[in-house]
């Protein structure tokens, strides 16, 4: 068993990483225009163009982390492919706090989220860190709310999972202090341990005029940058996004 594979899958299935782990599960990226049908084929994606103007706003490299174009995906959020394969992941885990299923992503189960155009793109940096970020177009009011809705229940600063395959997993969940990225935003760290490995996820979660987005950085934080990468690449992000669409 590759047990770093193990460690991150088990990282990203609980954790904003939903997209990441379809990129590396399903073998590829989603195009605007096609979103999930019923099977034996694909349906028209109402929200292709919103979604394709929002990964003109995708960023392309961040420092030494370069876009991995095949990873991308863009449409209605809630059909995108990483979206349900996170679900069906959920689905087939058990919890000892069940409440804790959607710890850090609750704003991503709301209604107006699931139906907006969304485009995630992923970063590859060479030291087996990745980064992300989704970008979706929503109402300011509605991507209020949705900010409300990042904040982790005290409750779920702890918890484990049960996988399928009988392994284990623990996770750890706390706020991260970090200045405010646009019109509001929540950051929040989460420690994965599983099969002997442990991987963290730093992520965070803003408002951008008529935008909701998240950006993460994942990996081992070996050298214990990933609040300061972060912040820097969320902040890039911000400026790329005024630029192409304000």
Known sequence: MDHSRS?????????????????SACGGGQEAGEAGGEKGGKKEDPA?????????AQLVQYEDAKVVPEAGQ??????????????????ETELDKPECADATDRWAALPEV????????????GDDTTLSHTLLSLP???????????????????YKATLKDGSTSSYEVA??????????????????????????????????????????????????????????????AVEQEDKVLS
């Open 175 to 236: 706020e991260l202090d970090m200045d405010q990225i646009a019109d509001g935003s929540r950051a929040f760290t989460v420690k994965t341990e599983a099969q002997g490995e442990e991987v963290w996820l730093y992520g965070v979660v803003y408002r951008n005029g008529d935008h909701l987005a998240s950006t993460s950085v994942i990996g081992p934080d070996a050298g214990k940058d990933y609040a300061e990468l972060l912040k820097g690449f969320t902040e890039s």
């Open 140 to 158: 300011a009011d509605t991507a209020d709310q949705a900010l409300e809705a990042a904040a982790a229940p005290e409750e779920c600063s702890s």
């Open 114 to 125: 699931r139906e907006a155009p969304a485009s995630v793109a992923v970063f590859a940096r």
């Open 7 to 23: 460690a991150r899958t088990a990282a990203l299935a609980w954790t904003v990483g939903a997209v990441l782990l379809a990129a």
């Open 48 to 56: 292709a163009a919103s979604a394709e103007k929002l990964g003109e």
């Open 74 to 91: 863009h449409g209605t959020y809630g059909e995108l492919s990483g979206v349900a394969h996170t679900k069906k992941l959920r689905e």
